[in-house]
């Protein structure tokens, strides 16, 4: 199954704001979103956003979510030591019956 | 709380097989679809498996098909994945996720996850 692409690294200083993209297909996140994870070294993965810019209960209003076409984007406001993670995007593939996920990538706070 | 638990992982050898479990809690099982994903050392998420929230449809990832098996049983509250003819590309640590059975497309919650090391 082919994955969805997102850059394998983005770094920015403290209190910046990060743009992180996911690039699929109409069949995926043209069609039906993407969701957004984030991965702490060593954790499971946790959701931060659904589509339609939906987060759940505890996710900080620093996280946003939006989407242009095949493409899906992740923004961080103000950013955090703590925001320093692995960041994932998934989707269901209507033509593929599958789940698709992107390579991830890794946020660095400088 | 939605919480998750998998189990089952640990060290086989080349061609042998894996039970991995997952026990849930805090929300009504069969209303929700379950996932197997996996995530080899230092690399990232890969979909198995899923299973819908009746336990009638699966969808297997290329890589698994035909030689994992996903199962639940609703009664128990537990996900299972039964998997064989394993090889050192399966070495990964095991997640199940959920999401909610209907048009949603994300999942929810996640488990600790469970190392399965495939070495001789």
């Known amino acids: 199954q082919a994955g969805l692409t997102q850059p394998p690294s983005v770094s920015k200083d403290l209190g910046q704001t990060a743009t992180l993209t996911c690039t699929g297909s109409?069949?995926?996140?043209?069609?039906?979103?993407a969701a957004w994870l984030q991965q702490h070294q060593g954790h499971p993965p946790k959701l931060l956003s659904h589509r339609r810019n939906s987060r759940p209960s505890g996710i900080s209003e620093r996280f946003s979510t939006s989407r242009s076409g095949n493409t899906a984007s992740l923004t961080i406001t103000g950013l955090q030591p703590e925001d320093e993670a692995d960041y994932y995007c998934?989707?269901?593939?209507?033509?593929?019956?599958?789940?698709?996920f992107g390579g991830g990538t890794k946020l660095t706070v400088l | 709380e939605v919480q998750l638990f998998e189990s089952g992982g640990g060290l086989v050898q080349p061609g042998g097989s894996l039970r991995l479990s997952c026990t849930a809690s805090?929300?009504?099982?069969?209303?929700?679809?379950m996932t197997w994903v996996r995530q080899p050392p230092g690399k990232g998420l890969e979909w198995v498996a899923s299973i819908s929230g009746n336990g009638e449809y699966t969808f297997y990832a290329d890589s698994a098909r035909g030689r994992f098996s996903i199962s639940r049983d609703n009664s128990g509250n537990i996900l299972y994945l039964n998997a064989y003819g394993l090889t050192a590309e399966d070495t990964a640590v095991y997640y199940c996720?959920?999401?909610?059975?209907?048009?949603?497309?994300?999942?929810?919650?996640w488990g600790q996850g469970t190392l399965a090391s495939v070495s001789s």
């Open positions: 996720a959920a999401k909610q059975v209907g048009p949603s497309y994300y999942f929810e919650s």
């Open positions: 805090g929300f009504i099982f069969y209303n929700y679809d």
């Open positions: 998934s989707a269901w593939d209507n033509s593929l019956r599958s789940w698709v």
């Open positions: 109409f069949s995926n996140v043209g069609n039906l979103g």
